[in-house]
């Protein structure tokens, strides 16, 4: 048997029709384009859904086949990934199927070939891919209709809008030469996040203030602290920075980067301590466990700890901006390590205790 799988790796068609995949069947699959056309007719995956029915037209009085859709979820990556194994996993036990023919738009779609080719002999791809005309207008609406997309619209506008922020707070007090600095500064943060898939971390941050503050929790509070604290810490790092910048012989861009932690990670550690204080208060109201956060506190700290004295030995040996702590360097490093190592054990005991 074959199947021919129109794939829709960020659940378009659950977000907006409310239906649950795999959707199985010619029947069902062109009921469920119907129903996704009629709540959004410009999605890209209904052309997927139909190219899919086509083929399976095409095929069906040649080949035993069968025409499913596969969904993930909106949250792009291991999560989607994870729930479009669990269906192919389940079409692969339920119908038998050798191979398969993969329907895609073209877009990320296509990412979950390795996963459908670990399960299934893959005898073809085809990609949908709707024909417009390549006028100004057209494209000019394109655009607009991509922003419209919240997924796009988070990743593109917020951090540009954080960019010209910042570069007009700094213009209006007259330091337009530190607005570059900056911008330069958040866009590389920004590209580190990117990098390893960490952007989601600061969107559950500002979307568990939000809840937080609606659902009148405790946490709002300490998330509030938390973003003050980082701020503050982001602050102290840019002005050690800075100072060591122009300083008579300006050390190399790794020192500065030594002193930006240096100054930073004590803010930065108590703001990861005050949202954890937070799940923590939360977690006893709603009578749950809440050792695990104790987990998290402790090795936190342990980080903290050892990072902050690497980073004391480095700058007091190498600059003399720090040269008055030259003398306890040593002693300073070597009391953080054994800190960090403490904290890091008694950080393991709740997780241990949770475990038994």
């Known amino acids: 048997m074959k199947l021919i799988i129109a794939i829709d790796r960020d659940n378009d068609l659950g977000r907006k029709t409310g239906l649950s995949s795999p959707v199985i069947g010619r029947e069902a ?97 085809r990609r949908i891919i709707v024909k417009q005309s390549k006028t100004i207008e057209s494209t000019f609406y394109l655009i607009k209709k991509m922003l419209e997309d919240p997924k796009i619209a988070k990743s593109t506008l917020t951090p540009l809008g954080v960019l010209l922020i910042i570069y007009s707070l700094f213009s209006m007090i007259g330091f337009s ?63 050690s920075f800075w100072r060591l910048l122009n300083d008579t012989v300006a050390p190399g861009p790794l020192i500065l980067l030594v002193a930006f932690v240096y100054s930073s990670v004590w803010w930065l550690i108590f703001a990861g301590v005050s949202i954890i204080l937070g799940k923590v208060f939360d977690a006893f109201i709603e009578r749950k466990s809440i050792l695990r956060y104790f987990s998290i506190i402790f090795l936190l700290l342990a980080a903290g700890l050892i990072v902050w004295g690497g980073s004391i030995f480095i700058l007091s040996t190498t600059t003399e901006a720090y040269s008055y702590l030259r003398d306890n360097a040593v002693s300073y490093f070597l009391m953080a390590l054994f800190g960090g190592f403490l904290s890091g054990f008694l950080g393991l005991i709740p997780y241990r205790l949770k475990q038994t």
């Open 29 to 125: 699959c062109l009921k469920a384009a119907e129903k996704l056309g009629l709540t959004d007719p410009e999605d890209s995956d209904l052309n997927t859904i139909y190219g899919a029915l086509k083929i399976y037209d095409e095929l069906k009085d040649k080949e035993d086949v069968e025409v499913i859709i596969v969904a993930g979820d909106e949250n792009v990556g291991i999560i989607s990934d994870s729930k479009i194994s669990d269906q192919l996993d389940f079409l692969k036990k339920t119908t038998n199927a050798d191979s398969v023919i993969l329907v895609t738009d073209g877009s990320e779609d296509e990412f979950v070939i390795p996963i459908v080719a670990s399960r299934f002999k893959i005898d073809g791809i």
């Open 177 to 239: 030469t530190w607005g570059y600095g900056f911008l330069i500064f958040i866009v590389g943060v920004y590209f580190l996040l990117k990098a390893y898939g960490m952007e989601n971390v600061v969107e559950d941050y500002f979307s568990n203030l939000k809840k937080s503050l609606y659902e009148g929790r405790f946490s709002f509070i300490t998330n509030l602290i938390a973003l003050i604290l980082i701020m503050v810490g982001i602050i102290q790092g840019v002005n």
